[in-house]
T-cell receptor
């Protein structure tokens, strides 16, 4: 069964900490994405990557960075965590030219910054 | 400005009846619209999509209608089942990227 795996389901971090959220996919997908989901705001794109070592800003990149050293792994980095980054973080992957833009999502990481 | 709008935060229907979820959009240059379904504590899962050259797509109990002149699409679920209770997101696809709406919480009452 193909999947996108996010390393943690729940995380609690302190304000100012550097936080790493890891995402691994086993489908050989070229595209990978990081979204955050907040009540009343839906899913908002933070960063995405079309290929290894490539990254593009999404709609809300401030306070975040990403790393894609290998095709299967896409990491989201919170350089200095703040309370307004408390959220559900969702990783997704898709094929370039894939039919219907079919994203496969991970189960999400619920991050709480205290 | 929000490109994809789901103006109803929630919808409640009786089991066996029709559920209609609506979505409005502003960008005419899209390839696909998609609907995703999300249960709490899980990632969204793909439900159904429609390309820009069609006005209807059907898959079992789920049908999506696209009205390009009105820039409006809707998802019909017939008949609705309690297991359909979830948050539904519409999403616009262009340049291999999806832009999501804010979601509609559907509750199907037994």
């Amino acid at each position: 069964d193909v999947k996108v795996t996010q390393s943690s389901r729940y995380l609690v971090k302190r304000t100012g900490e550097k936080v790493f959220l890891e995402c691994v996919q086993d489908m050989d997908h070229e595209n990978m994405f990081w979204y955050r989901q907040d009540p009343g705001l839906g899913l908002r794109l933070i960063y995405f990557s079309y290929d290894v070592k490539m990254k593009e800003k999404g709609d809300i990149p401030e306070g975040y960075s990403v790393s894609r050293e290998k095709k299967e792994r896409f990491s989201l980095i919170l350089e200095s965590a703040s309370t307004n980054q408390t959220s559900m973080y969702l990783c997704a992957s898709s094929l370039v030219g894939g039919a219907n833009y079919g994203y496969t999502f991970g189960s999400g990481t619920r991050l709480t910054v205290v | 400005d929000q490109q994809v709008k789901q103006n109803s935060p929630s919808l409640s229907v009786q089991e066996g009846r029709i559920s209609i979820l609506n979505c409005d959009y502003t960008n005419s240059m899209f390839d696909y619209f998609l609907w995703y379904k999300k249960y709490p504590a899980e990632g969204p899962t793909f439900l159904i999509s429609i390309s820009s050259i069609k006005d209807k797509n059907e898959d079992g109990r789920f049908t999506v209608f696209l009205n390009k002149s009105a820039k409006h699409l809707s998802l019909h679920i017939v008949p609705s089942q309690p297991g359909d209770s979830a948050v539904y997101f519409c999403a616009e696809g262009s340049n291999y990227k999806l832009t999501f709406g804010k979601g509609t919480l559907l509750t199907v009452n037994p």
